[in-house]
């Protein structure tokens, strides 16, 4: 089946550091990508929508500054956290969606922990 | 409160036994679908159902979907520990609302060997 990789699986830095995650679909060519954020026991928040070749959508409240997404390709897109401060510290997760296809494929998420 | 609300928040079960989550959403739907999620991982799709279907199986997974009550249920037959995780239900409205999904708080549940 169709497979999402997603790239660090956890990552430490310092604050002031920024941090890029990738996300690439191996199977398929993504259409939309979508970035999430996830505190623990709790749901997913969706921060933005990403389509390839075109700027990210962002979530209301969610700071298009601190929260880079490029999608350059249809099978990757990258969310850099920049300027990152231990509020950021997170897990993220990436998600893609092909056309016509109503699931999601997720990746494995990336644990972030700002020091 | 949000689109998509899970309930129970937690569960915990026999092995053996059958577990059933519930959701609730507000808002006319295009279709639900269930996503499971392990610990610290991402989530993998397990079901769609569309909005004009009562009921879906697939495999021990049985899920049933009220529009009037605009309520969902997945029911997980014959348990394992193995199951042990997150269930979330995920809502996609009209077309006019494009590929987004909105994602309810989630049940954890636990299956004990």
């Known amino acids: 089946g169709a497979v999402v990789s997603q790239h660090p699986s956890w990552v430490i830095c310092k604050s002031g550091t920024s941090v890029k995650i990738e996300c690439r679909s191996l199977?398929?060519?993504?259409?939309?990508m979508f970035w999430y954020r996830q505190f623990p026991k709790q749901s997913l928040m969706l921060m933005a929508t990403?389509?390839?070749?075109?700027?990210?959508?962002?979530e209301q409240g969610v700071e298009k500054d601190k929260f880079l997404i490029n999608h350059a390709s249809l099978t990757l897109s990258t969310l850099t956290v920049t300027s990152a401060h231990p509020e950021d510290s997170s897990f993220y997760i990436c998600?893609?969606?092909?056309?016509?296809?109503?699931?999601?494929?997720f990746g494995s998420g990336t644990q972030l922990s700002v020091l | 409160s949000q689109q998509g609300e899970e309930d129970p928040q937690a569960l915990s079960i026999q092995e053996g036994e059958n577990a059933t989550m519930n959701c609730s959403y507000k808002?006319?739907?295009?279709?639900l679908q269930w996503y499971r999620q392990n610990s610290g991982r991402g989530l993998v799709h397990l079901i769609l159902?569309?909005?004009?279907?009562r009921e879906k199986h697939s495999g021990r997974l049985r899920v049933t979907l009220d529009t009037s009550k605009k309520s969902s249920s997945l029911l997980i037959t014959a348990s394992r520990a193995a199951d042990t995780a997150s269930y979330f239900c995920a809502t996609r409205r009209g077309e006019t609302s494009g590929s987004r999904l909105t994602f309810g708080e989630g049940t954890q549940l636990t299956v004990n060997p």
């Open positions: 199977d398929f060519q993504a259409t939309t």
């Open positions: 159902i569309r909005s004009n279907e």
């Open positions: 990403s389509n390839e070749g075109s700027k990210a959508t962002y």
């Open positions: 998600s893609a969606r092909w056309v016509r296809v109503e699931k999601l494929f």
């Open positions: 808002t006319s739907i295009n279709n």
